[in-house]
């Protein structure tokens, strides 16, 4: 679908800015929130925490419309978070029988996106995981990047994810190998478009600083934290909550407790690995499969402690448990540092942190927690929690859109030859990188 395209002022007026005003006076309360934004996101396979994200921005900008490579979502969660939304689909969403098969056509996603056309909209947020960050955009336009992760399969995680899929150096294996190669070199060359990035974490703030060499802002996921019940009675039970992806590590968990036959543990989730994950537990072991969000939020918030063994970017569903007033027990890499107040650091800890994926790490974990319940309070957990409400990002987001549009004034001057226009696009590039929300 094409828009006609807007007069460079009319996009200035439209997000409340000016293309001579500084960038370091541009007042969040200037930002319209009635502007149209394209809202480019990878994929909608499901209504996880990047979908959250989503459909968060969705009303922050009423009148944004969605641009997505393959929508999937059911049409009750269109309803409940995406009402009146307009999407934009790639015709790879047509494709027959796309939903068993959409991620092995990662290599055609890079050229999809790339046909989305966003250039009639005031400004572009591009919610990226993968290949949203690469939509075209036009010079006088703004682009604010919200990065939850760099392309894990291409980067860090190439190796692992490999060997989960038995691709080795056959033909099979080379072949892959060389489409991931390609991907990589696309994604560092449209690493630079966006006038700023945010991180959804620290973790990810270094990924993106060291593949991409630019800095970011982080601004945490959003948490509907009204909507979480707090619980400070605990039950008995532990609880792990996780699309059962082998990087997830729910199987560390299961094995620990398997080895601990006096504790109880539920798991939550049900996909890939499950049969192997329920081939391997013990009778203490419970799986409840898929559970509807007001049985999943009530299952969290009984609990006595979330294990969590995985390194997520973020991990919504740790601040979730906080929310809830429920302690967590997470490996300490990735979202959960930013997320959990470990006790021995903290006055008012939240949970427990292990230094190293294995069994005896992860037992040793819980027999501290269980030597400390009385010092990780069910409040402290749902205050903490706070940090990452819905508010606070609908603010991050609108103040973050306003420093990308100063950016990209800035930007603009100095095409125009506009004297220090450059250097100081530049100032600004670097002093964002600095600003985090305290």
């Given at each position: 679908?094409?828009?006609?395209?807007r007069?460079?002022s009319?996009?200035s007026?439209?997000?409340?800015?000016?293309s001579?005003r500084?960038?370091a006076?541009?007042p969040?309360a200037?930002i319209d929130?009635?502007?149209?934004?394209?809202?480019?996101?990878?994929w909608c396979p499901n209504?996880?925490g990047?979908?959250r994200?989503?459909?968060?921005?969705?009303k922050i900008f009423?009148?944004a419309?969605v641009?997505?490579?393959?929508d999937?979502?059911p049409?009750?969660?269109?309803e409940?978070?995406f009402?009146?939304v307009?999407?934009?689909v790639?015709?790879?969403?047509r494709?027959?029988?796309?939903?068993?098969?959409?991620?092995?056509?990662f290599f055609?996603c890079?050229f999809?996106?790339?046909?989305?056309?966003?250039t009639?909209?005031d400004?572009?947020?591009?919610?990226?995981?993968a290949?949203?960050r690469?939509?075209l955009?036009r010079?006088?336009?703004?682009?604010l990047?919200?990065?939850?992760?760099p392309?894990?399969?291409a980067?860090?995680?190439q190796f692992s994810?490999?060997q989960?899929?038995?691709l080795?150096?056959?033909?099979k294996?080379?072949?892959f190998r060389?489409?991931?190669?390609?991907?990589r070199?696309w994604?560092v060359?449209t690493?630079?478009?966006?006038?700023l990035?945010l991180a959804n974490?620290?973790?990810?703030r270094s990924r993106i600083q060291?593949i991409?060499?630019?800095?970011?802002r982080?601004?945490?996921?959003p948490?509907a934290?009204q909507?979480l019940?707090?619980?400070a009675d605990?039950d008995?039970?532990?609880?792990?909550?996780?699309?059962?992806?082998?990087?997830?590590?729910t199987?560390?968990?299961?094995e620990a407790?398997?080895?601990?036959?006096?504790?109880r543990l539920?798991?939550v989730?049900?996909?890939?690995?499950?049969?192997?994950?329920?081939?391997i537990?013990?009778?203490n072991i419970?799986?409840t499969g898929?559970?509807?969000?007001?049985?999943y939020?009530d299952?969290i918030a009984?609990?006595?402690?979330?294990?969590?063994?995985?390194c997520e970017?973020f991990?919504i569903?740790?601040a979730?448990?906080?929310a809830?007033?429920t302690?967590l027990i997470?490996f300490?890499?990735g979202?959960?540092?930013?997320?959990?107040r470990?006790?021995?650091?903290?006055?008012?800890p939240t949970g427990?942190?292990?230094?190293?994926?294995?069994?005896g790490s992860?037992?040793?974990a819980i027999?501290?927690?269980?030597?400390n319940?009385?010092?990780i309070?069910?409040?402290?957990?749902?205050l903490n929690?706070a940090?990452?409400s819905?508010?606070?990002?609908?603010?991050?987001?609108?103040?973050?859109?306003?420093?990308?549009q100063?950016?990209q004034s800035?930007r603009?001057?100095?095409?125009n030859?506009?004297?220090?226009?450059?250097?100081t696009?530049?100032?600004?590039?670097?002093?964002l990188?600095e600003?985090?929300?305290?």
């Amino acid at each position: 679908m094409r828009h006609e395209r807007r007069a460079k002022s009319s996009d200035s007026q439209r997000l409340g800015g000016s293309s001579t005003r500084s960038a370091a006076t541009t007042p969040l309360a200037a930002i319209d929130r009635n502007a149209r934004i394209a809202l480019v996101h990878d994929w909608c396979p499901n209504f996880r925490g990047g979908e959250r994200v989503l459909a968060r921005l969705c009303k922050i900008f009423p009148r944004a419309e969605v641009f997505t490579l393959f929508d999937f979502l059911p049409k009750d969660v269109k309803e409940d978070y995406f009402r009146g939304v307009m999407f934009h689909v790639s015709p790879m969403n047509r494709l027959p029988f796309v939903k068993k098969y959409y991620r092995s056509l990662f290599f055609l996603c890079p050229f999809m996106v790339e046909q989305f056309d966003v250039t009639g909209y005031d400004a572009v947020i591009s919610s990226s995981a993968a290949f949203s960050r690469g939509v075209l955009t036009r010079p006088d336009q703004p682009h604010l990047c919200y990065v939850h992760s760099p392309v894990r399969y291409a980067w860090d995680e190439q190796f692992s994810y490999l060997q989960q899929g038995g691709l080795g150096f056959g033909p099979k294996g080379l072949a892959f190998r060389y489409l991931l190669h390609n991907l990589r070199m696309w994604d560092v060359r449209t690493a630079h478009g966006p006038d700023l990035m945010l991180a959804n974490s620290t973790y990810v703030r270094s990924r993106i600083q060291r593949i991409y060499g630019r800095d970011a802002r982080v601004v945490h996921p959003p948490v509907a934290i009204q909507e979480l019940e707090f619980v400070a009675d605990k039950d008995d039970y532990y609880v792990t909550a996780a699309f059962h992806a082998p990087y997830k590590r729910t199987d560390l968990i299961i094995e620990a407790f398997s080895k601990m036959p006096s504790r109880r543990l539920v798991v939550v989730g049900d996909d890939v690995q499950s049969k192997h994950l329920r081939s391997i537990a013990g009778p203490n072991i419970v799986f409840t499969g898929y559970l509807p969000r007001h049985d999943y939020i009530d299952k969290i918030a009984r609990a006595r402690a979330m294990v969590f063994a995985g390194c997520e970017d973020f991990g919504i569903v740790l601040a979730e448990a906080q929310a809830c007033g429920t302690p967590l027990i997470a490996f300490g890499r990735g979202g959960a540092r930013d997320i959990v107040r470990p006790l021995g650091d903290s006055n008012h800890p939240t949970g427990v942190l292990f230094d190293k994926q294995t069994l005896g790490s992860l037992s040793t974990a819980i027999e501290r927690f269980e030597a400390n319940t009385t010092s990780i309070a069910p409040n402290a957990c749902r205050l903490n929690a706070a940090r990452f409400s819905e508010e606070r990002f609908d603010l991050a987001i609108c103040d973050a859109l306003g420093l990308a549009q100063s950016v990209q004034s800035a930007r603009e001057m100095g095409h125009n030859a506009y004297l220090g226009a450059e250097s100081t696009a530049r100032d600004i590039s670097d002093s964002l990188a600095e600003a985090t929300l305290p």
